[in-house]
């Protein structure tokens, strides 16, 4: 991915090395490419390659040198993120460092044993969104739900019940 004297290759050298003819290929794709393209930009179709798929990236490889586990979760759903259930939505912060530092915080300052609730209602929302569920049904079907980490057969029966 380098040069000889160090500097980055571009993407149009490292696709071109590979065999791609780039050369009516924009770099990137504004502001994201379209969802079912294939190689609409150079990016998409490099990230498209089976070692950049498969490479992990260097954060996941940092937590993981250090013994941990490593979860992606998706973007902007709070129910499936276990610190937000805390009060970190609650305490501004302007700079990465301040969340940072805010995480670090809230986790310190809450009991392991709510912290393991969380998580738990986190799995079984995981559970509901699996087994199909959305919004207030998969709201319902966590509150009523009797298991540890997945949204209970008895809750999945009342619901087909009440919208059959």
């Given at each position: 991915m380098t040069l000889p004297d160090g500097r980055p290759k571009g993407l149009q050298?490292?696709?071109e090395e590979r065999g791609f003819d780039v050369h009516n290929l924009r770099a990137k794709c504004t502001p994201v490419c379209p969802w079912?393209?294939?190689?609409?930009?150079?990016?998409r179709l490099l990230s498209q390659q089976e070692d950049f798929m498969n490479q992990p990236s260097m954060l996941e490889t940092f937590?993981?040198?250090t013994g941990h586990e490593c979860?992606?979760?998706p973007k902007f759903h709070c129910e499936l993120n276990p610190i937000?259930?805390?009060r970190y939505r609650e305490v501004p912060k302007k700079t990465f460092q301040?969340?940072?530092?805010?995480?670090k915080e809230q986790l310190d300052a809450c009991p392991t044993e709510v912290i393991r609730r969380f998580i738990n209602r986190?799995?079984?929302f995981m559970s509901a969104y699996r087994l199909g569920l959305t919004g207030k049904a998969a709201e319902w079907a966590v509150q009523?739900?009797?298991?540890?980490r997945q949204v209970s057969q008895r809750a999945m029966m009342s619901i087909e019940a009440a919208l059959g």
């Open positions: 050298q490292v696709l079912e393209s294939t190689n609409c930009c150079m990016a937590i993981k040198k979860i992606f979760l937000e259930m805390y301040d969340a940072k530092c805010c995480a986190s799995w079984r009523k739900q009797k298991q540890h």
